[in-house]
T-cell receptor, first 115, second 110 residues
Framework: EAGVAQSPRYKIIEKRQSVAFWCNPISGHATLYWYQQILGQGPKLLIQFQNNGVVDDSQLPKDRFSAERLKGVDSTLKIQPAKLEDSAVYLC?????????????FGNGTRLTVT | GNSVTQMEGPVTLSEEAFLTINCTYTATGYPSLFWYVQYPGEGLQLLLKATKADDKGSNKGFEATYRKETTSFHLEKGSVQVSDSAVYFCALSRGNKFYFGSGTKLNVKP
């Protein structure tokens, strides 16, 4: 099966600019996650979708971050305006969500550098 | 609440040495447990998993046993290779929510 696809792989922007990331999950996976991974740390959940509804966005900085999942498939994550501390790798993951310990499948991430 | 604690790194070993990376968890109910590996510039890849007590997950020579009595899921490998150098993350899931440890970097020297 094809894996989780993310683009772009790298992005460099100046602070106060905006940026968007795209994710295409594995076909048939109902649950989609966006994580932020700062260098040297574990992934931190930003937002979790079940189909096209938001399940958990409690750690999403909603004054600057937004995300959507249209038609329950692809998703975009946007940052506007970016801050220096947003420099990180943004990982998208998907899961079958059938219970019983279905694992997360991750994309290769987008490395964002804010200067 | 739910959380994962894993040993801090980096862990530096010589090739063919024995590896143990400790992981303990706190969870309500009966979580599923995972080990993920992350190579430089890549996303996390599932290494192995266990879904109930006493289950042993294994893959590519790595093993981990779900120990409910000690709330642990330690990762082991009998003989590491240079190609095993990566960051290893322990994680648990409850329903469809995942909780990750902070990662342990493994360096294997030839």
């Amino acid at each position: 099966e094809a894996g989780v696809a993310q683009s772009p792989r790298y992005k460099i922007i100046e602070k106060r600019q905006s940026v968007a990331f795209w994710c295409n999950p594995i076909s048939g996976h109902a649950t989609l996650y966006w994580y932020q991974q700062i260098l040297g740390q574990g992934p931190k959940l930003l937002i979790q979708f079940q189909n096209n509804g938001v399940v958990d966005d409690s750690q999403l900085p909603k004054d600057r971050f937004s995300a959507e999942r249209l038609k329950g498939v692809d998703s975009t994550l946007k940052i506007q305006p970016a801050k220096l501390e947003d420099s990180a790798v943004y990982l998208c993951a998907s899961s079958l969500d059938r219970g019983g310990g279905a694992p997360l499948h991750f994309g290769n991430g987008t490395r964002l550098t804010v200067t | 609440g739910n959380s994962v604690t894993q040993m801090e790194g980096p862990v530096t070993l010589s090739e063919e040495a024995f590896l143990t990376i400790n992981c303990t968890y706190t969870a309500t109910g009966y979580p599923s447990l995972f080990w993920y590996v992350q190579y430089p510039g890549e996303g996390l890849q599932l290494l192995l998993k266990a879904t109930k007590a006493d289950d042993k997950g294994s893959n590519k020579g790595f093993e981990a046993t779900y120990r409910k009595e000690t709330t642990s899921f330690h990762l082991e490998k009998g003989s590491v290779q240079v190609s095993d150098s990566a960051v290893y993350f322990c994680a648990l899931s409850r329903g469809n929510k995942f909780y990750f440890g902070s990662g342990t970097k493994l360096n294997v020297k030839p």
